[in-house]
């Protein structure tokens, strides 16, 4: 079944306690994505990968970081997470970039106290 | 700055009835845009898209029409079931690069 497969899809943490949030698609993609979702402010980019080594920050890159050493993988990455990054994450990747639609992943609820 | 702005938070239909979700712009550049559908505990999932040298998309009971002097984006589904119920996020590109969505509307349709 192609799909995007995120883990974990809930994570409590302490502030400043590193992180990462895994993101595999099994569909040979070359785009993926991070999105986090906010009430009254929709889905928001955090990072975005055109293909292996090649990544661009979103819009809400400041305090993330990611990495794109195979195609199929593209983890997020929380240094020093802080509670303004509580948040629901949603991986997403796609064949044709933004125009030929991504497939997301179910998402992962992250909390930081 | 908000690019893509759905105003209505919520919408509620009859099942059977039109709903129509509406989604504003500002940047004229833009040459992609998406609807996606979104139900509870699961990710977003793409719906239709329209590319800007087009005005309109029909796939089964949703069309998209789009209206580039107005900056303005529709979604309309014909006719509306109780499983549409879910949030509809329309979504804007330029270059196939970032994907920059709106903040979201709840349809709720009901019997």
């Known amino acids: 079944e192609a799909q995007v497969t995120q883990n974990p899809r809930y994570l409590i943490t302490v502030t400043g306690k590193k992180l990462t949030v895994t993101c595999s698609q099994n569909?040979?993609?070359?785009?993926m994505s991070w999105y986090r979702q906010d009430p009254g402010l929709g889905l928001r980019q955090i990072y975005y990968?055109?293909?292996?080594?090649?990544?661009d920050k979103g819009d809400v890159p400041e305090g993330y970081k990611v990495s794109r050493k195979e195609k199929r993988n593209f983890p997020l990455i929380l240094e020093s997470p802080s509670p303004n990054q509580t948040s629901l994450y949603f991986c997403?990747?796609?064949?044709?970039?933004?125009?030929?639609?991504?497939?997301f992943g179910s998402g992962t609820r992250l909390t930081v106290v | 700055d908000q690019q893509v702005k759905q105003n209505s938070p919520s919408l509620s239909v009859q099942e059977g009835r039109i709903s129509i979700l509406n989604c504003d712009y500002t940047n004229s550049m833009f040459d992609y845009f998406l609807w996606y559908k979104k139900y509870p505990a699961e990710g977003p999932t793409f719906l239709i898209s329209?590319?800007?040298?087009?005005d309109k998309n029909e796939d089964g009971r949703f069309t998209v029409f789009l209206n580039k002097s107005a900056k303005h984006l529709s979604l309309h589904i014909v006719p509306s079931q109780p499983g549409d119920s879910a949030v509809y996020f329309c979504a804007a590109s330029r270059n196939t690069d970032k994907l920059i969505f709106g903040t979201g509307t709840r349809l709720q349709v009901f019997p």
């Open positions: 329209i590319s800007s040298i087009k």
């Open positions: 997403a990747s796609s064949s044709q970039g933004s125009s030929g639609g991504y497939t």
């Open positions: 569909m040979n993609h070359e785009y």
């Open positions: 990968s055109m293909n292996v080594e090649v990544t």
